[in-house]
Nanobody, 127 residues
Framework: QLQLVESGGGLVQPGGSLRHSCAAS????????IGWFRQAPGKEREGVSC????????NYADSVKGRFTISRDNAKNTVYLQMNSLKPEDTAVYYC????????????????????WGQGTQVTVSS
């Protein structure tokens, strides 16, 4: 069974940092572009950041540029989202998604989503 398992959410104070992990189970991420998405209560889902199969292309939402960094370690079958300088408006449920294809556009993936989804983890930024 193909699964994406996220970890790393939690409660953090404004200005703090968290690192999300997205680990694949039942398949290898080598041929998948990966994206991180979030959804806050009453708001639409937002593509936060996406990374290509090779890791050579990345895309970030304007709201997180300069604060968040996406990376991947194919040897560990895991993708990471490092979140720094967190703000209360970053509070949301964060999901990772996978889309197969070495030619997957990271811009398009962040706009439309992926084929496989994780279960989501809550991030709350509050003092």
């Amino acid at each position: 069974q193909l699964q994406l398992v996220e970890s790393g959410g939690g409660l953090v104070q404004p200005g703090g940092s968290l690192r999300h992990s997205c680990a694949a189970s039942g398949f290898t991420l080598d041929y998948y572009a990966i994206g991180w998405f979030r959804q806050a209560p009453g708001k639409e889902r937002e593509g936060v950041s996406c990374i290509s199969v090779s890791g050579g292309s990345t895309n970030y939402a304007d709201s997180v540029k300069g604060r968040f960094t996406i990376s991947r370690d194919n040897a560990k079958n895991t993708v990471y989202l490092q979140m720094n300088s967190l703000k209360p408006e970053d509070t949301a449920v964060y999901y990772c998604a996978a889309q197969r294809g070495i030619f997957t556009s990271v811009q398009r993936m962040c706009a439309t989503g992926g084929t496989y989804w994780g279960q989501g983890t809550q991030v709350t930024v509050s003092s």
